[in-house]
DNA sequence: TTATGTGCAAAACATTTGCAGGAGT
DNA sequence: ACTCCTGCAAATGTTTTGCACATAA
């Protein structure tokens, strides 16, 4: 998961890796590439997705690969999960005590070597019910 | 999440259900357009998202958006998981009883309004196992 | 008959890649 | 110096869409 080798550190790595790390968002390449170039006009989005899919390889920064069609990435590395607003389309963390034990269950259910899991709820989020609600109104 | 107004029953539609229940893997849209294609050569592709999304939206049968880059579906639509092989991409169904109970975990855990989960396992199939077994000897 | 659906081709997106020049070490 | 990295633009792969014709109801 992890080999940071001959990987050099440029501006454009720093102040991707900074950008993201800025935000709790979970952005996706495009909106990386947004916040990056105010810092950095000329950065190419090939650029971004290049050091955003380095950085993940190199298990600096996560990729998560959830419903919708971007993938999106997360500064925060520790195990968590996502819950998703099917309305707008966001992307926010959850903190909640599953975990552990359902990847013995898989490994015991299936014929696979589990790597690992992730979990992905999806609902309304705290704004969009409230627009849900005063449209009712 | 359904319903079924004017919607024609065509042969079309016909097919790619038929095809799509026939099989137990998760074929992605262009793997059904290949199957479905043998019994209706001039099918369009167009035709097959179409369809597959205007079914999996009245709640016939299942999209599935994991890791990878297609979307994939699904014809059982009881509540079960998928495992995903990080190796050659083949999802599998993985039927295990962790369930229900994260639903209240997560409303309690967020302001949202939980609609639902998903998880997906990642690991090594059992053909990719032996293969990588072999490749070592 | 008429609204819906289809085939086809083009468009729209998201992501990856080739390459010549630029920058870390 | 010698790689590795970047910007740019073109290529790729997936999904969506517009439109004229076809077809289920």
Redesign the pocket.
């Known amino acids: 998961m992890d080999h940071l080798?001959?990987?050099?550190?440029?501006?454009?790595?720093q102040i991707?890796l900074e950008e993201l790390a800025k935000v709790t968002s979970h952005p996706?390449?495009?909106e990386v590439y947004d916040m990056v170039r105010k810092r950095?006009p000329?950065?190419?989005?090939?650029?971004?997705?290049?050091?955003?899919?380095?950085m993940a390889d190199s298990g600096v920064i996560l990729k998560i690969e959830v419903g919708g069609?971007?993938?999106?990435f997360d500064a925060t590395i520790y195990p968590h999960y996502h819950i998703r607003c099917t309305a707008c389309g966001k992307v926010d963390d959850i903190d909640i005590p599953v975990q552990l034990h359902i990847n013995s269950a898989a490994a015991a259910a299936s014929c696979y070597e589990i790597l690992g899991h992730h979990i992905e709820f999806s609902g309304i989020c705290r704004d969009c019910q409230q627009k849900k609600q005063s449209s009712v109104n």
Chains 1, 2 share one sequence.
Do not use: C, E, F, S
Not at 5 to 13: E, G, I, K, S
Not at 42 to 53: E, S
Not at 69 to 72: I, N
């Open positions: 080798p001959n990987m050099r550190l440029t501006t454009q790595r991707i996706t390449a495009n950095l000329r950065i190419g989005l090939g650029t971004v997705y290049r050091n955003l899919d380095l069609t971007q993938k999106r």
